[in-house]
């Protein structure tokens, strides 16, 4: 398995070189107490808890994978010894409000120890991290007695939570729900129905889980309209706070995956389990896309983890493993083969993940300080602040999760192939890393539904296209900002261009559309892939800017990682933009060729 080392100055140079987060928190309503020298602190502990306790229970969790037998799963050896010792960090509750027992410091903050801890071992990130959307929800939704019982035991990590949302019949069509509440006399109710895919659904880590259930009151409207949302403890809770009886939901089964083997993906029944009401009845979709966008974030971390992941165990790989003599002539004269490294198209592969971890990472960041804004909404009870930040948090969501889970994929594979056979062995760890990578490209909803997501409803629904039309002009102002620069020239200049197309796809697919519907479906991944390209570029640049200036300046200490950016930023630009061009040409293509072949003629044989 690649041995991981946390990638501290590349998220140093993202926090206080390209996006300024000291200046950030400081002027962050409650986040005075994220000091420079705090958040270093915390970074140097998470980077060594990730690399001394989570990676080395990676591939040996993977091997053994989690046991399920009459309903308790257990999980793999070390894991429940490495979750006690995220508790005893507090790590659980690091950007949660001091009143429920957190440390109070921005949400951003927990993203980052997100990447470090995924790319270590993503499937025990999964347990605590899956219970942030239960946190979140009851923080947001809950009554003061629901939070009052809740939130600390959470916070400190002595309980995990789920979110039960999919049932055999429906996944991403949550209008299909059926699992039932009955209302009983003392104002709680009782769950009848069956959820699927519900990771961390049962395990042994913690005391308690809660999990957030989407169910159906008797009269309840038809559709979307008509869901609600439940708090249901594994264990039942008694008035002083201790665990009582427990309660009937209960996990069926564990399912048998392709990857992320040492994380319990569960099928949970509710068998007449005592639930409670949170939010409004009849408003639990609404309760729960509440934090939709932070959850899609966190899937998009995952596509960075892997890239990072993949590119650590492929990189002294390529350094190490000889074959052939490179086309220019003999590198090491001394051996009997030159290294991979110095062949052009493993170098291809490299600085494809490596523009694809890096790249994917700063786009992380920019969104985790826009997070960082929306919590405060939460945090003080201003729904206005949080509205706006949110929404404007929303455009970006979609191409973070779509885009970079795909990509994150491409770079767990191009791992394998710079191992050759040797990458499809389990021995190496890397066919491990391409297993692992394929949910995210799937779960927290799929990438065409974060395309339709991105297309129909953020650009052409909700803004008309102004989304595209604001984030363009962050650019314009940024190439404004640089076009004296010969250096920064030929960026000023791609994405000067990339920014105009951008929005004239985007008017000219309202204008197609209007006469042609099916073109918003057509055209949606295409659209979507493009955005994230341009996007990356956008950020790579960002990233070229700050290492010119260095480089110029002269007298830094670190000129081959500044140089190292400038050519990793080159490569982005003149290897992997282009692509954005096809996606260009594909999206308006009528869409007669893909709609015109009657259902029943897809066939095989």
């Known amino acids: 398995m690649p041995a991981y080392k946390a990638p501290l100055r590349d998220v140093r140079f993202l926090m206080n070189e390209v996006f300024d987060y000291p200046t950030h928190y400081a002027n962050l309503p409650g986040g005075e107490d994220a000091t420079p ?15 001394e306790v989570l990676a080395p229970i990676n591939q040996s969790g993977d091997q053994e994978g989690c046991h399920f037998e009459d309903g308790v799963v257990t999980t793999p050896k070390g894991f429940k010894e490495a979750y006690d010792q995220y508790v005893a960090g507090g790590w659980q509750g690091l950007n949660y409000p001091t009143e429920f027992g957190g440390q109070g410091l921005p949400m951003s903050l927990a993203l980052l120890k997100a990447e470090m801890m995924g790319t270590a071992n993503w499937s025990f ?6 219970s942030l959307g239960c946190m979140n929800t009851i923080m947001l939704h809950g009554t003061e007695e629901q939070k009052a019982v809740y939130m600390p035991p959470l916070v400190e990590g002595r309980w995990l939570g789920t ?5 055999p019949q429906c996944g991403t069509d949550l209008g299909q729900v059926k699992t039932k509440a009955e209302a009983q006399a003392d104002g709680s109710y009782k769950l009848y129905g069956t959820k699927i895919f519900i990771s961390a659904g049962e395990h042994d880590l913690s005391e308690n889980i809660v999990h957030i259930v989407l169910a159906r009151l008797p009269d309840a409207p038809a559709g979307t309209r008509g869901i609600s949302l439940f708090i249901v403890p594994k264990f039942n809770v008694n008035a002083d706070g201790s665990l009582g009886e427990r309660n009937p939901v209960k996990a069926g089964s564990i399912e048998h995956k392709m990857g992320i083997h040492a994380n319990a993906t569960c099928v949970l029944n509710f068998d007449g389990a005592s639930a409670y009401l949170i939010g409004p009845a009849n408003k639990g979709l609404e309760c729960m896309f509440t934090f939709m966008n ?5 899937t998009a971390v995952q596509g960075v983890a892997h890239a990072e992941q993949s590119f650590q165990g492929a990189l002294p790989y390529a350094k190490e493993r000889r074959s052939m003599r490179a086309l ?35 786009m992380i960041y920019f969104a985790a300080q826009l997070a960082d804004n929306m ?8 729904k206005e602040t949080y509205d706006f930040w949110d929404d404007k948090l929303g455009f970006y969501t979609p191409i973070l999760k779509g885009v970079l889970t795909e990509l994150g994929l491409e770079a767990a594979n191009l791992g394998m192939q710079v191992f050759g056979g040797h990458g499809y062995i389990q021995e190496h760890g890397m066919e491990q890393v391409a297993r692992d990578a394929r949910i995210a490209t799937l779960y927290e909803g799929t990438t065409g539904i974060q395309a339709l997501d991105l297309l129909g409803r953020k650009v052409l629904l909700s803004s008309k296209g102004k989304a595209v039309r604001d984030f363009t002009a962050d650019i314009a102002k940024f190439c404004r900002d640089h076009v004296g620069n010969k250096e920064m020239r030929p960026y000023v200049w791609e994405l000067t261009k990339i920014a105009t197309q951008w929005n004239y796809l985007t008017v000219r697919i309202m204008l197609q559309a209007r006469k042609d519907r099916d073109l918003v479906g057509t055209a949606a991944n295409d659209f979507l892939m493009y955005s994230g390209y341009a996007m990356l570029a956008y950020f790579w640049a960002k990233m070229a800017a700050v290492a010119f200036e260095k480089l110029e300046k002269g007298g830094n200490e670190e000129p ?3 140089r190292a ?4 930023a080159e490569f982005y630009f003149e290897r992997l933009l282009p692509r954005a061009k096809g996606h260009a040409d594909s999206m308006l293509k009528p869409t007669k060729s893909v709609m015109q072949m009657d259902a029943e003629h897809f066939n095989f044989g």
């Open 565 to 568: 950016k400038v050519q990793t």
């Open 163 to 167: 979110m039960c949302l999919t049932e």
């Open 37 to 51: 020298d705090l958040i270093d602190a915390i970074l140097d502990e998470c980077a060594k808890y990730c690399e």
């Open 375 to 382: 919590a405060v909404g939460i945090t003080n009870g201003d």
């Open 125 to 130: 990130t999964m347990y605590p991290g899956l």
């Open 328 to 362: 220019s002539g003999k590198k090491e004269p001394n051996q009997p083969a030159d290294a991979l490294i110095h062949h052009g198209d493993v170098r291809r592969m490299l600085l494809t993940q490596k523009a694809i971890a890096e790249g994917g990472r700063a």
């Open 294 to 298: 932070t959850a899609r974030i966190g």
């Open 560 to 562: 081959a990682f500044y």
